[in-house]
């Protein structure tokens, strides 16, 4: 009884699975929410605000980008461009006090949560003056002082930290949330299944929340996991949601009724937040695993365009008001760079600052 | 002094750091209602319930990074694993994560943590349940290592590493619990991390020795004092920091040093204080430095092949006499 011999195909090619001519997106983004700012419960203040920092995000990526490519620093550099929304949306949905702590595309996330321009441009410079004073780079942005707890490479590596800051938050029973976000490629490490088990079992009050942003690496999600991501949260009995990450009302919208439902039960949240990352995974990325099509139509639901426009339209500013905002930023930016090139690099003996909190020890220095 | 088992002396270390101290708590598999799989948190839950004694599940990974985090939030998680050959599946969060997320964040959180559990082999379990991992962690920059051999040591050790500000390792073995020891009285007691001690004076040889293989070495110097040789054997209860002034002063005095160690040779600690010695201690030495320890090969089942494999008295006295030139 011969079989029909077909040779084993363990993950098909993603850019040539395109059908008739159209081409399968890597991410179906939900709708958007219609409802206006002020029916969030958010003021004029507040979206000028958000877009203020959105821009900022994207002009200061932009310009790191740039010197990157001039070879004024090295390293790794991993661009949050078109994510913006979702870091934005987030920080007005949380309390001040409330933890972040991400995967390494983090510099949006340190941007929102307190770490100036300044001090991000100079860490990517290595310089002394940076965030983490040169120690960690692009990857290790971190603010601790405002409950942002830093970005993380190992992929899902943090995801258990995150778990242990909500357990803290519980033990101290101090009403602080925490919310770990990772990308679609973290799903599928068994550190968060293994921490979303004692997340659900001990209910501890932590927002698990996967930007997916279509890819891992060059790997398209489809090809990487089964299913819905935000259905993995059914085997956890654990409360879920997917929603827009293209539009930072909607992210607000939804982050902020998840954080208050934690806060108030102490029951963790698994969120799928769909979104798109308009650059390469990293400056490295020749990309050749997606269309150009593909990338052109999300370009299309850019989330600082959209607010920038909805300022527009709902008359919160005119076009000079966000002129002079974007000029502002752009400043704020240029300064930056010369600031991180004029900053000192960390003097020597500071190769063996920040080790330890207690008495330092390190095997036969001399 | 009171004759303590060295599990009641690790009790007592952490009943004491959790009636001082509310944010000290203690998790692991088995730890509270089981009351602990080798019974070292008897009695624990019943005295401060289930907020700060915790059953996991069997996820070392993921209870070791929650155990980081809440770290990194101020509070002082003891994190019991069954044995260190089930913290392999963690070492991301002690390797990766404990030890470094001070350093990268430019000292901006700082990790307090103490994991804890059986070192090393216990008996015929096998190639997966029968390893030594205290060099390997030592190799890591940011951690502590402990690796006591008696119940007044792991008492007074243990303590510090609660009280550390730092990441610290502390390993035990399934085989000494029930070892009796005395154990000091005095209020609060406290040993320093980093403090090796001369366990027993001699002449004529300094042997190295922590952990399980300082009572097999007991074992060697006292058939060796038979003979007419007189060893000094120093315990250096920290792994890392390694009290390597300790050793190099006997051995100044001695001049033959034999290191016994429960891990595989290549790297091991004895390959790091033979290293030291002989750099430090070069024109003391009437004889090069030995090491006794397990060969480069797997835990075997075999009643008659484990006891080949691992480190005894006999490899301990033919390596004194090897520095001897006895033999
Ligand atoms: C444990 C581990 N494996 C592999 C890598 C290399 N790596 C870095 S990022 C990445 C892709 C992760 O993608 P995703 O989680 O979707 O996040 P995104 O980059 O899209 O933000 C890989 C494979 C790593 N850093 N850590």
């Known amino acids: ?366 | 002094m009171a004759v303590l088992q060295f599990r009641e002396a690790l009790r007592d270390a952490i009943d004491e750091e959790m009636a001082r101290d509310e944010m000290v708590f203690i998790m692991g598999e088995e730890v509270a209602e089981y009351n602990g799989a080798y019974k070292v948190t008897e009695g624990l839950l019943d005295k401060y319930g289930f907020k700060r004694v915790i059953d996991t599940p069997i996820s070392e990974l993921g209870f070791s990074g929650i155990g980081v985090g809440a770290a990194m939030k101020g509070l002082r998680p003891i994190v019991e694993f069954m044995t260190f050959n089930f913290a392999v599946l963690a070492a991301d969060q002690i390797i990766n994560h404990a030890s470094k997320v001070r350093y990268m964040l430019g000292g901006q959180a700082s990790v307090p943590i103490v994991f804890r559990g059986p070192n090393a082999s216990a008996g015929q379990l096998g190639a997966t349940h029968s390893v030594a991992y205290d060099s390997m962690y030592a190799h890591f920059p940011g951690l502590s290592v402990i690796y006591p051999s008696e119940p007044d040591d792991a008492k007074g050790l243990l303590k510090s590493a609660i009280r550390s500000e730092d990441p610290v390792l502390f390993m035990e073995s399934e085989q000494m619990y029930g070892l009796k020891g005395e154990v000091s009285e005095e209020d609060d007691y406290i040993i320093p991390i980093g403090k090796g001690k001369i366990k027993r004076e001699g002449d004529d040889v300094t042997i190295i020795a922590s952990g399980k293989m300082y009572h097999v070495v007991k074992q060697a110097a006292e058939q060796l004092a038979k003979d007419g040789v007189e060893a000094e054997v120093i315990d250096p209860r920290t792994i890392k920091p390694f009290d390597i002034e300790m050793v190099i002063e006997s051995v100044k005095k001695t001049n033959r040093c034999v290191i016994v160690d429960e891990a595989h040779p290549f790297g091991g600690v004895a390959a790091e204080a033979g290293f030291l010695i002989q750099r430090e201690a070069f024109d003391y030495l009437d004889a090069p430095v030995q090491r006794v320890t397990l060969p480069d090969v797997c835990a075997p089942f075999a009643k008659n092949l484990f006891d080949i494999w691992l480190p005894d008295a006999k490899q301990v006295i033919d390596a004194v006499n090897t520095v001897t030139y006895r033999n």
């Open chain 1, 1 to 366: 009884m011969a079989k029909n011999k077909q040779e084993a195909v363990f993950t098909p090619i993603g850019q040539n699975h395109s059908k008739n001519g159209k081409f399968e997106k890597s991410v179906d983004l939900p709708p958007a929410t219609r409802k206006k700012h002020t029916t969030l419960g958010l003021s004029d203040d507040d979206v000028v605000e958000m877009f203020r920092l959105m821009y900022l995000q994207r002009r200061f990526e932009e310009r790191a980008m740039q010197m990157y490519q001039k070879g004024k620093f090295g390293g790794f550099l991993h661009l949050y461009i078109g994510q913006e929304a979702v870091s934005t949306g987030t920080v007005f949905a949380l309390n001040d006090d409330d933890d972040i702590i991400t995967a390494y595309r983090d510099h949006g996330w340190g941007l929102v949560r307190g770490i100036s321009a300044r001090e991000g441009m100079a860490e990517l410079f290595g310089k002394a003056t940076g965030c983490s004073k040169g120690k960690g780079g692009s990857m290790h942005f971190a603010n601790t002082e405002q409950h942002f707890w830093g970005g993380y490479g190992i992929v899902g590596g943090h995801i258990p930290i995150g778990g242990g800051l909500a357990f803290a938050n519980k033990y101290l029973d101090n009403g602080q949330i925490s919310t770990c976000f990772f990308g679609d490629g973290a799903v599928d490490q068994g550190s968060l299944h293994e921490t979303m088990n004692m997340a659900q079992l001990w209910k501890l009050p932590v927002v698990f929340v996967v930007e997916n942003n279509g890819y891992s690496m060059g790997t398209a999600v489809k090809r990487h996991t089964v299913g819905e991501i935000y259905e993995r949260a059914k085997g956890y009995g654990m409360k879920h949601a997917c929603f827009n990450g293209m539009d930072a009302l909607t992210v607000y919208e939804n982050m902020k009724e998840i954080a208050d439902e934690v806060r108030e039960d102490s029951e963790p949240y698994f969120v799928e937040i769909r979104t798109y990352r308009y650059r390469g995974h990293s400056m490295s990325d020749p990309q050749k695993y997606r269309t150009k099509e593909e990338l052109e139509e999300f370009q299309k639901t850019d989330p600082v365009e959209r607010i920038r426009q909805y300022l527009l339209d709902k008359d919160v500013l005119e076009e000079s008001d966000i002129e002079e905002i974007e000029n502002k930023i752009e400043e704020e930016v240029l300064d930056a760079i010369d600031y991180a090139e004029e900053s000192p690099s960390p003097e020597p003996e500071e190769l063996y600052e920040d080790m330890f909190a207690g008495t330092p020890y390190f095997h036969d220095k001399k």
